[in-house]
């Protein structure tokens, strides 16, 4: 779901932190330009703010404004209407808040609330919506809505359905850990775990059989009737709860406007989330309600296969609550969190008879102190995870489970050494190298071992080593051929293995239409892989535009390749910027197909094919051009 990946977003908090920090010396620096300034986007998809074309751009201002004794980077258009804030909340001189605006009126919002370079939390206001969400990782996903309103649930399942995006789903429907705050009575309890299992396990299976919310499906709005307030004590509950039952989605598709039934939302604080799964079309009314019945008093019962008990509930519960709560904290109160979660999921994991979900609380636990070892909140974590390894090896756990230890510790270790002061990055990466190569011969089943053999052949392939690279990705197709890096090797293996050979290439155009290297025969073209969160790619871009224009009628052609996560990014980056070339796009950016079928894994990468479409170079940089096509072009 991010526009812009976390690694540019710290690259572009450190380029306008640089003019920030001018502005408050002596000597200052030159200011960004209107161009600069709006050339960052969000980091979530499917913000509508103002964007001022081409021609207005350099009618714009950008001046540093002081509000409250703190600096920010203020972009207005011509008329002084707020475009964009790029503000220093803490006073530390780095950007930490970055502002969008549509009509005048903040609309979004990225927000770095623990100030260590990476957005954490990203907002919606005013016409925009209320929607507020966490992203505890700091990856660019959000992990979390603190606040959600039944509109934009409704909104957003469309979204999911149309995308066919389980994560967005999953995000929506009610946790385990809320289940067990809503004080709900045993029976209706164990009737809505059974309902969100049953939504969760489903919906890839609805969202691929569907025909009727598509990708050119517009969600049009929300019904339903009043909300209504169920009081305690109903079926054995002991708090309020507050509900909506038989909602629905109006979506319009070519014309035609269909109903998808959300069934019932409850509230949790500031969010309101769904509890089973959704139904389309004119049979969906089946979803139904799930509290505003005239039955509503438990006669008891044995807790239903599979559900979580009591004290698990009350184990979730505090779980979640944490998990929230920890998005908020100071850098100085994040190790009592952390430790606190650590326990639960202890816990969690000793009371669970399932082996299965028990193995999934020692994967969260994990995960968990890996991320904050990465994240420089818990120097503990390391000590922490070598405990839990010699733990789970002592009760005779599986091999996996301790292997997933090992790889997460050894990543963490890899991380904080890059991170130290003075730390020699030949020696760092020298070591994890020799990690990487001693977990796939102790781990050679291990599912982490396909993500190690990945790391091992970029390497090689980085450095120029390819028969090295080669040995690696050919080991992790064999090993592990239904594995998403498999698929990554073997286009890899596939380009590096076609120099002087003919390569394929076919897509869809981003304006429609079809599009084949295959047809451009007779032509010496370059193909440039960019997306629109790649820096590098679009200063390419400008060179590219200039050698293309002068080497055009020479035989010379270019196709674009973009591995952006957002086509509306896409389309208007490029509606912004226009190029004499074709481009190419699908979904799903550098895991989707055009990326995967050349193994592409880093960007920026460009390739040069001969007039018979013969792959000359690899990896060949806008310097090497001209020397490249006067020997092709005699």
């Known amino acids: 779901m991010d526009v812009m990946r976390p690694h540019c977003f710290s690259i572009a908090v450190v380029i306008l932190s640089t003019w920030l920090i001018g502005t408050d010396r002596a000597a200052a620096a030159d200011p960004p330009t209107p161009a600069q300034a709006l050339a960052f986007t969000p980091m979530q998809p499917h913000v509508e703010y103002t964007t001022p074309s081409k021609d207005e751009v350099p009618q714009c201002t950008v001046r540093a404004e002081k509000e409250n004794g703190l600096t920010a980077w203020v972009v207005r258009n011509r008329q002084g209407e707020m475009l964009r804030r790029f503000a220093d909340a803490n006073g530390d001189n780095f950007v930490d ?27 919606w206001f005013n016409t925009g919506g209320t929607r507020w969400g966490v992203d505890r990782n700091e990856d660019g996903k959000i992990d979390a809505w603190r606040a959600i309103s039944p509109y934009e649930v409704a909104e957003q399942l469309v979204l999911a359905l149309a995308n066919r995006d389980q994560a967005r789903f999953q995000l929506l429907l009610l946790t385990s850990g809320e289940l067990g705050e809503l004080g709900l009575g045993k029976e209706r309890a164990d009737s809505v775990g059974e309902s969100i299992q049953a939504a969760a396990a489903g919906f890839r299976k609805l969202a691929q059989e569907q025909k009727l919310v598509t990708a050119q499906s517009r969600y049009v709005d929300f019904g339903g009737s009043r909300p209504a307030t169920v009081p305690t004590g109903t079926g054995g509950s002991t708090k309020d709860l507050t509900v909506y039952d038989n909602a629905s989605a109006l979506v319009q598709t070519d014309g ?46 044995a807790t239903a ?39 639960l999921l202890r816990r969690l994991a000793e009371v669970t008879p399932d082996p299965e979900l028990r193995n999934q609380w020692y994967r969260q636990w994990t995960d ?39 790889f997460q510790r050894m990543s963490a270790e890899n991380v904080i050494s890059q991170q130290q002061p003075g730390s020699d990055f030949v020696k760092t990466q020298e070591k994890w190298l020799a990690d990487l190569e001693a977990f796939v011969d102790e781990y050679p089943k291990s599912p982490d071992a396909a993500e190690a053999l990945l790391q ?41 293995n076609s120099i002087g050979k003919p390569i394929r290439l076919r897509g869809k155009e981003v304006q429609g239409g079809a599009v084949d290297l295959a047809s451009y025969r007779g032509k010496v073209v370059l193909i440039q892989y960019w997306a629109t969160w790649c820096d590098p790619c679009k200063q390419d871009m400008i060179l590219l535009k200039d050698f293309h224009a002068k080497n055009a009628n020479r035989g010379f052609d270019i196709i674009g390749v973009c ?18 070339w074709k481009q190419l796009y699908e979904s799903g950016g550098l895991d989707g197909r055009l990326a995967n079928e050349l193994g592409v894994m880093t960007l920026p990468l460009m390739l040069l094919v001969d007039q018979r479409g013969n792959l000359v170079k690899q990896d060949i940089h806008v310097a090497e051009l001209d020397g490249e096509l006067a020997k092709l072009i005699k």
Not at 283 to 298: E, I, K, N, R, V
Not at 306 to 333: C, I, N, T, V
Not at 482 to 488: G, L, S
């Open 97 to 123: 808040t970055w502002c969008y605006y549509l009509d005048g009126l903040e609309v979004y919002r990225d927000i770095d609330s623990d100030f260590n370079r990476k957005a954490d939390q990203y907002r």
């Open 256 to 301: 035609k406007h269909e109903q998808v039934y959300l069934g019932t939302l409850v509230a949790v604080e500031n969010s309101w989330k769904l509890v089973g799964l959704p139904a389309l079309g004119s049979d969906g009314q089946s979803a139904g309600g799930m509290f505003l019945t005239s039955d509503a008093t438990p006669a008891g019962g």
């Open 305 to 343: 296969a599979g559900a979580p008990s009591d004290e698990m509930q009350r184990l979730m519960a505090d779980l979640e609550r944490l998990d929230q709560q920890s998005a908020a904290l100071p850098a100085d109160r994040q190790k009592a969190n952390i430790e606190q979660r650590a326990g």
């Open 368 to 406: 968990m102190l890996s991320v904050a070892v990465q994240s420089g909140t818990y120097s503990d974590g390391l000590e922490r995870l070598d405990q839990l390894r010699e733990q789970l090896a002592d009760a005779g756990a599986a091999e996996e489970l301790i292997a997933h230890v090992v």
């Open 456 to 496: 091992l052949g970029m390497y090689q392939e980085f450095v120029d080593k390819q028969e090295e690279a080669q040995k690696w990705y050919r080991r992790l197709v064999s090993n592990f051929p239904d594995a998403a890096a498999a698929r990554k090797a073997e286009g890899a293996l596939r380009r590096s």
């Open 563 to 580: 591995l952006d996560d957002s086509p509306a990014a896409v389309r208007q980056f490029l509606t912004q910027n226009r190029f004499p």
